[in-house]
């Protein structure tokens, strides 16, 4: 079985649908308040639009969530690597 990784996208509209469905909230309320159409809230869900920083804290103060519950427990598919202090360039 192929492992793929989960996008941000698709991520973050999975913690959206679960927290706007926490909270009682239909799509159509969600995209009333940040100023956009449903259509718009139904994308962000599945992943297939990405969220600008600026929507995304207008979804995050409209789903009484910090900004950070959107990027907490996301694994992204890279791997840090620390800068070689002993080198000075």
């Known amino acids: 079985m192929e492992n793929v990784e989960e996008t941000f996208n ?3 509209g999975k913690k959206l649908r679960s927290r706007r469905l926490t909270l009682g909230l ?3 309320d969600v995209a009333n308040k940040i100023g956009v159409t ?3 809230i139904q994308k962000y869900e599945k992943g297939t639009n990405g969220v600008s920083a600026e929507r995304l804290e207008k979804i995050a103060i409209t789903l009484k969530v910090n900004v950070l519950y959107f ?3 996301y694994k992204p598919n890279f791997v840090v690597i620390e800068n070689d202090k ?3 360039w």
């Open 38 to 40: 449903f259509q718009q």
């Open 26 to 28: 239909t799509q159509t």
């Open 10 to 12: 698709v991520a973050l």
């Open 71 to 73: 990027f907490n427990n």
């Open 86 to 88: 002993s080198k000075s």
